[in-house]
């Protein structure tokens, strides 16, 4: 990584006083500087063992009074000590490999299980989705329901999310937080804030099954107010139950898509009406704490 001296551009670290170039893609907004840092070489001070860091290569060498003591002190490291770069580097590190030596023995420290699931497809169903999206246009333009067009974008987001981790469920909470509000933007509440009953009635209006229900989309908005994808959570969820919430992100997206595809047939054939949405007034409570945000931003920008 380019923080690292490991690479020339990709990111947004550049060497004070020299001559760099800028990057700027005007349709997506990314951009990017070189950088002429030379690869980091830091000897780290620890104690028990002796540290060091070669580019972007972590090297550390200590005893481990067994196998499992040395797996725990790797994942700390993993997860850990890429937070702790981030405080102060300007571009958010991640591991890429982690590798243990014990003796002659190199040992991979890799997922002990992988289960993703695959799209199989034909070309002609390729282009077939194309005239299909092509077509359901104008149902998501009508203002009457707007309800659909938020509920697509918060899955579109949860898919993005999901592809775009670079460590093993690295956005598993907001992929559920998406999820959740995916369903709650179709099957709003009544006001009463019983968010799974309101989902349950619509869902059972579109003839989904009760272990459909219950098992495919409901856990996104129960798990959203039960683990930290709404919510802050401090403790650690045992592996067991990290391996289920895992799966079940895994596999749901193709229920959810299902939901849509059942969802634009009914309003089509005209056996299901998306409840009604009223475009909130724009002197509410966002515009307040945007306005609030402009006044600090003003201050702040000076």
Not at 79 to 89: A, Q, T
Not at 153 to 179: D, K
């Amino acid at each position: 990584m380019q923080p690292f001296g490991m690479e020339v551009q990709g990111g947004r670290t550049c060497l004070a006083g020299a001559k760099v170039s800028f990057g700027f893609n005007a349709n997506t907004g990314e951009h990017f500087i070189s950088s002429a840092l030379k690869p980091l070489n830091v000897i780290l001070k620890s104690s028990g063992s002796t540290a060091s860091v070669a580019g972007n290569v972590l090297s550390i060498c200590r005893n481990f009074g067994s196998l499992k003591e040395a797996h725990e002190f790797v994942t700390q490291l993993y997860y850990i000590f890429p937070m702790l770069l981030n405080v102060d580097l300007g571009d958010p590190p991640f591991v890429e490999r982690a590798e243990l030596k014990i003796g002659q023995s190199l040992l991979g420290w890799e997922l002990a299980f992988f289960d993703q699931p695959i799209h199989q497809t034909t070309q002609q169903d390729q282009e077939n989705f194309v005239t299909e999206a092509w077509e359901r246009l104008p149902i998501v333009l009508d203002d009457a329901r707007h309800r659909l067009l938020a509920s697509l974008h918060y899955f579109h987001v949860a898919c993005r999310l999901a592809r775009r981790g670079n460590t093993p469920g690295e956005f598993l909470a907001e992929v559920i937080l998406n999820l959740s509000k995916t369903i709650e933007a179709l099957f709003p509440h009544s006001g009463d804030g019983k968010n799974r009953e309101a989902a349950r009635l619509g869902l059972r209006a579109l003839d989904f099954t009760e272990p459909d229900i219950e098992g495919c989309y409901l856990p996104a908005i129960a798990l959203r107010n039960e683990i930290d994808s709404g919510h802050v959570q401090l403790g650690m969820l045992d592996p067991a139950d990290l391996e289920v919430l895992h799966s079940y992100v895994d596999h749901v997206e193709r229920d959810f898509k299902r939901l849509f595809k059942r969802v634009f047939e009914r309003l089509l054939n005209g056996t299901f009406v998306l409840p009604p949405y009223e475009v909130a007034s724009s002197k509410g409570k966002e515009s307040a704490v945007v306005e609030r945000l402009r006044k600090y931003e003003e201050k702040r920008m000076k």
